[in-house]
């Protein structure tokens, strides 16, 4: 099997050098276990999966005498299984304490972050694990999260570019699970058999789910609102549910790892901005399958390539950050008058708008809305970017670049 060298290895490193233990969550099928059994720091760990219900089972009827038998360092896989042995790794953690004890792995974070949260707090480091980042396709060795400032674009070298237009598409149709990516699966069988797993193991075990099928509907309706400002009315009306229902939906989808909202930005701001966030689907290949768009040349070509294609850049930036273990810092700008900034990233006291375009050749009216950022008090403006398919670095105006998507 073709193993893709993650960047957030180094992460993993730094947390487990670090803490007793070491928590990595994300949307399944994302290489959590192969993250953890292939890294460095975990190689003398034995391996339990409580996928295994004789596991679950062992637990279920002794916790404390189950950990005895399992000393660190131990990997715990899909650890949300077994909520009742948390308490037991506290005990443990706080009788003998040293770095790189437990490495738990979980992909449900609907109840086990609470347990995490009131069991190992101060105890334990958290990595969200993304898909394969377009770095890691490409071999490049940058950790380092994206900003698009003049230093970090001058450092920026590019070790492999993307060789046309439509190797782009195809990874943005395809997707970036593992085993699509390393060409182990094909696209329609991996999403057709994901979603079925996602449904029947993760979402059945929901009080808020009722309706399975209806469930799947919203899951279709949401992908294919990708990139756009969340309508709880709208999403409520087009499936039949209540918008309570919807929100809470909704905010599984989040806390699996399949959707990301991307907040407004709104400090210091003199006009009135939308409070409404904007939803993306983590994976453009599960939004893609969803929504119909079988062949990258459609895809391509068709009525949403431009949100499909902002959909890609925003959460491959979203990894950038993720997998250098940070919370990412991006928002966006809409304010009443309909004037909207695809993405603001804050760095170190400073705001960096960006545009993204899916022509080669952006134009200065493509960044006519970051004048409105002079209105935003007690915040430095730093350059911009327009981030495109374009094929070298360019400059557009004094302060803002035209950055080519392999670049970020």
Excluded at 1 to 13: C, D, G
Excluded at 182 to 191: Q, S
Excluded at 220 to 236: I, M, P, S
Aim: with cysteine; charged share 20%; hydrophobic share 40%.
């Amino acid at each position: 099997m073709h193993f893709i060298p993650r960047q957030a290895e180094q992460t993993l490193k730094r947390l487990a050098n670090s803490f007793p233990a070491v928590l990595v969550v994300g949307a399944r099928q994302t290489g959590k276990t192969t993250l953890i059994r292939n890294s460095a720091v975990a190689l003398s760990a034995n391996y339990v999966t409580f996928d295994d219900i004789n596991e679950i089972q062992s637990v279920a009827a002794d916790a404390k005498t189950y950990l005895e038998f399992h000393r660190s360092p131990v990997i715990f896989d899909e650890i949300q299984h077994v909520p009742n042995l948390f308490p037991y790794l506290k005990m443990e953690i706080d009788e003998n304490r040293h770095p790189g004890m437990f490495f738990l792995t979980g992909s449900q974070r609907f109840s086990m972050m609470k347990h995490v949260t009131e069991s190992l707090a101060g105890r334990i480091g958290i990595l969200q694990l993304p898909g394969i980042s377009l770095r890691e396709r490409l071999a490049d060795t940058c950790t380092e999260p994206f900003v698009p400032s003049k230093q970090f674009l001058v450092r920026r070298t590019v070790p492999a570019r993307i060789d046309s237009i439509g190797t782009l598409w195809t990874m943005i149709q395809k997707g970036s699970y593992p085993e699509i990516v390393t060409g182990n699966v094909l696209p329609e069988d991996f999403y057709g058999s994901y979603l079925q797993t996602y449904i029947e193991r993760d979402v059945r075990q929901l009080t808020q789910v009722a309706d399975e099928l209806q469930f799947s509907n919203f899951v279709v309706a949401v992908a294919a609102r990708t990139g756009h400002l969340v309508n709880y009315a709208d999403l409520a009306r087009d499936i039949g549910i209540s918008e309570v229902t919807a929100k809470k939906w909704l905010s599984i989808l989040v806390t699996s790892g399949l959707v990301y909202l991307l907040q407004p930005y709104s400090a210091n701001v003199e006009k009135r901005v939308v409070k409404t966030p904007k939803l993306y689907f983590m994976d453009t290949g599960l939004a893609a399958f969803l929504t119909k768009w079988r062949t990258s040349e459609v895809l391509m070509t068709g009525a949403m390539a431009g949100t499909y294609f902002e959909t890609f850049v925003v959460t491959e930036i979203i990894k950038s950050y993720l997998n250098a273990g940070q919370i990412p810092p991006v928002y966006f700008y809409r304010d009443k008058d309909k004037i909207e900034i695809d993405l603001l990233i804050e760095s170190e006291g400073t705001l960096y708008p960006v545009e993204i375009k899916k022509t080669v050749s952006p134009a200065k009216k493509d960044i006519a809305a970051f004048s409105i950022l002079s209105r935003i008090r007690n915040v430095n403006i730093g350059t911009g970017a327009v981030i495109c398919p374009c094929t070298k670095l360019g400059i557009l105006s004094s302060d803002v670049y035209t950055v080519p998507v392999d670049y970020i």
